[in-house]
């Protein structure tokens, strides 16, 4: 019987015509190519936006009703989801369980890659399990090549238990179509390096990623306007830009914000509150849990106009740049 690779025809194992002679050319000939084809996976996540918002309004839903998010993956896949999962609790304060990462092969996958984890299908269904699963939450299956039989594992687990299922890869020939409760495949194309999805792959994956947590962070009231008012102030930066964003938004100045802070215990929100509304620190967070811990609902004001003023007046005050 004639030997047949499953892989072989996967758009992501494809071998890219425009760069056969990549190994031939100058530096900066090869940092043009690349950009080159870099430029084409803006093209490729645009054309699923329909479906991003889809994801993001699956996200949101469950999120309100006390779910979780998951994101499994294995290799650059798996570690691309522990950048997002890491990333929730700095920017918006969120609880570390709230959005988890699976990885294929544990921690030390992330920094050392551990091939063959990627095979076990059963791994990834037993972590599911222990993880406890449920149908408040919604899983996000992540595989360039759309065939990883960890994350195959993990989604039959998690559609047992009968949670929301999100697919990102970039083969939308997936046959999972059936399977999962809404697939993004971003068409990239075939890789610069044939089969290195840590590439365009990697790029795609990234932007969905970046859309679904970041949109649905937002949809839930962890930013007021597009100021991160949820940030947690655990370093000097983070202090630093907590302190900004209460300046900016009641019109105190910077020494006076830190004081606010202060009385809040660096909670921005709560800070924001306590001055708009002439409220106590216990009183504000009342007030913002009543608000589902909204800025916006508590105060009923739009940020914007605010906003703008200010980088109207950065704009006149700044230097022109130099010729």
């Known amino acids: 019987m004639p030997y047949h690779s499953k892989w072989q025809d996967l758009p992501t194992e494809a071998i890219n015509p425009a760069t056969l002679g990549i190994d031939t050319m100058s530096t900066l000939d090869m940092v043009d190519l690349v950009s080159s084809e870099d430029r084409k996976v803006v093209q490729a996540v645009q054309?699923?936006?329909?479906?991003?918002?889809?994801?993001?309004?699956?996200?949101?839903?469950?999120?309100?009703?006390?779910?979780?998010?998951?994101?499994?993956?294995?290799?650059?896949?798996?570690?691309?989801?522990?950048?997002?999962?890491?990333?929730?609790?700095?920017?918006?304060?969120?609880?570390p369980k709230l959005v988890q990462a699976i990885m294929a092969g544990g921690q030390d996958a992330v920094f050392r890659a551990r091939e063959g984890v990627e095979d076990n299908f059963e791994e990834g269904a037993r972590i599911v399990s222990q993880l406890r699963v449920s149908k408040r939450d919604v899983i996000i299956g992540v595989s360039a090549s759309g065939i990883t039989q960890f994350v195959r594992g993990a989604?039959?687990?998690?559609?047992?238990?009968?949670?929301?299922?999100?697919?990102?890869?970039?083969?939308?020939?997936?046959?999972?179509?059936?399977?999962?409760?809404l697939i993004i495949a971003p068409a990239v194309g075939?890789?610069?390096?044939?089969?290195?999805?840590r590439l365009k792959a990697g790029t795609a994956t990234k932007m969905v990623l970046n859309m679904l947590t970041t949109l649905a962070m937002i949809r839930i009231g962890k930013t007021y306007g597009n100021l991160m008012v949820d940030?947690?102030?655990?370093?000097?930066?983070?202090?630093?830009r907590a302190q900004r964003i209460v300046a900016m938004v009641t019109g105190v100045t910077p020494d006076e914000a830190g004081d606010l802070l202060r009385d809040a215990k660096w909670n921005v929100k709560a800070a924001i509150v306590m001055k708009k509304a002439g409220l106590s620190y216990s009183q504000s967070l009342r007030r913002l849990k009543r608000a589902s811990d909204s800025i916006r609902e508590a105060l009923g004001e739009n940020l914007e106009p605010t906003l703008r003023k200010l980088l109207a007046v950065k704009k006149t005050v700044e230097p022109p740049p130099e010729t």
């Open 231 to 240: 940030v947690q102030t655990g370093s000097e930066k983070l202090r630093d």
């Open 47 to 95: 054309r699923e936006r329909e479906r991003i918002a889809h994801g993001v309004e699956i996200i949101t839903k469950a999120l309100r009703k006390g779910g979780r998010l998951f994101l499994v993956g294995a290799g650059t896949s798996g570690r691309l989801g522990v950048v997002e999962a890491a990333e929730m609790p700095p920017t918006f304060g969120t609880p």
């Open 155 to 181: 989604l039959t687990g998690a559609r047992k238990k009968g949670a929301r299922i999100i697919f990102v890869t970039c083969w939308p020939g997936t046959e999972l179509q059936n399977f999962v409760d």
């Open 190 to 197: 075939p890789e610069v390096i044939a089969g290195s999805t």
